[in-house]
T-cell receptor, first 111, second 111 residues
Framework: NAGVTQTPKFQVLKTGQSMTLQCAQDMNHNSMYWYRQDPGMGLRLIYY???????DKGEVPNGYNVSRLNKREFSLRLESAAPSQTSVYFCATSGLGYGYTFGSGTRLTVV | DQQVKQNSPSLSVQEGRISILNCDYTNSMFDYFLWYKKYPAEGPTFLIS?????DKNEDGRFTVFLNKSAKHLSLHIVPSQPGDSAVYFCAASRNDYKLSFGAGTTVTVRA
């Protein structure tokens, strides 16, 4: 089925460790996004990519980096994880309209 | 500072009755508004949207109302069904396809 695939689904990191969250879409969409969801805060945009080869900061980019590897893949990297980055991370894509398609999320805990 | 606010964290409604979810926004540049629905352990899914040139949009049991002067929108679900129990996010955009989300409202439909 067409959609957005995120890996891993769960991850526990120690403070200071690094990791990369992977996202791949098979919908041939140009735009891809990374959001984090925290209780009482809703979803906040970390980074987005309007097209292959371009990336821009969103609302909460500090502590993260991204790579738009090709049209299908958009990865999010935590270079030195902190407890404040404990969250659920969602990748999303959009085509010509506003209706985003989200992945099922990565639940990250930093201890 | 959140530009999209959902001030009711939760809503409980009896099956068959109307559910009314409210959302306020502060940015007058927003021109497109959406509602997303989220089940546990899944990503949000698009539910319904409305452009700022309209004041109402209906899709089956779901109707979204927009009051631009009050910077307020609402989602009506009639009749509410057990499968409607989920978290509902209000979102808004400034015609750049980046979405700002509210904190969400958890709806519980009682049998």
């Amino acid at each position: 089925n067409a959609g957005v695939t995120q890996t891993p689904k769960f991850q526990v990191l120690k403070t200071g460790q690094s990791m990369t969250l992977q996202c791949a879409q098979d919908m041939n969409h140009n735009s891809m996004y990374w959001y984090r969801q925290d209780p009482g805060m809703g979803l906040r945009l970390i980074y987005y990519s309007a097209s292959e080869g371009t990336t821009d900061k969103g609302e909460v980019p500090n502590g993260y980096n991204v790579s738009r590897l090709n049209k299908r893949e958009f990865s999010l990297r935590l270079e030195s994880a902190a407890p404040s980055q404990t969250s659920v991370y969602f990748c999303a894509t959009s085509g010509l309209g506003y209706g985003y398609t989200f992945g099922s999320g990565t639940r990250l805990t930093v201890v | 500072d959140q530009q999209v606010k959902q001030n009711s964290p939760s809503l409980s409604v009896q099956e068959g009755r109307i559910s009314i979810l409210n959302c306020d926004y502060t940015n007058s540049m927003f021109d497109y508004f959406l509602w997303y629905k989220k089940y546990p352990a899944e990503g949000p899914t698009f539910l319904i949207s409305i452009s700022s040139i309209k004041d109402k949009n209906e899709d089956g049991r779901f109707t979204v109302f927009l009051n631009k002067s009050a910077k307020h929108l609402s989602l009506h679900i009639v009749p509410s069904q057990p499968g409607d129990s989920a978290v509902y996010f209000c979102a808004a955009s400034r015609n750049d396809y980046k979405l700002s989300f509210g904190a969400g409202t958890t709806v519980t439909v009682r049998a």
